[in-house]
């Protein structure tokens, strides 16, 4: 049966976002450090302040199999800023870590995007979520892969 490894698909997509100019670059303007990327979560151990901005990516499934034309791979990426900051304009107050968290989803994204164009993006799910956490800003992808085979396919991700 031909398989790709759901780690192949996350390292891939890692290492994409570390090499990533753009993203670099927002995050050292914004917040004069790198983005720390996390394959995988400590839930007993959550990520602390130091570590924003921060990338994670986790909860990865498949399917896959013989009798299946088009393999499917979910694969979710949170993401999330430190921003207390609020801008008032007249009496509108817009809290600027909404805005960033979006302006960073979307970089991570068109990186994410661009890894493999032989095998592009078929669906993602997109939220911002700021929370009772504030001033941390999440958002979160959920992002779905397809890959059609056929019988001797290599899959070459």
């Not at 983005?35 to 986790?58: A, E, K, R």
């Not at 499934?61 to 007249?90: C, H, L, M, S």
């Amino acid at each position: 049966m031909i398989t790709l490894p759901l780690m192949t698909i996350i390292r891939k997509w890692a290492n994409a976002l570390a090499e990533s100019q753009d993203l670099l670059d927002f995050c050292e303007q914004k917040y004069n450090k790198l983005p720390t990327i996390f394959i995988g979560s400590d839930y007993q151990n959550p990520s602390s302040q130091d570590d924003y901005p921060i990338i994670i990516l986790h909860h990865a499934k498949k399917i896959e199999g013989d009798k299946i034309d088009k393999y499917t791979y979910r694969i979710v990426v949170d993401w999330g800023i430190w921003n207390d900051f609020a801008e008032r304009q007249g009496n509108i107050v817009e809290f600027v870590g909404i805005a960033e968290a979006d302006e960073m989803g979307q970089i991570i994204l068109d990186v994410i995007s661009k890894v493999n164009e032989n095998y592009p993006i078929r669906k993602v799910y997109y939220n911002i979520v700021p929370d009772t956490n504030f001033p941390f800003v999440p958002g979160q992808m959920k992002i779905k892969l397809e890959i059609e085979t056929c019988p001797g396919y290599q899959i070459n991700y």
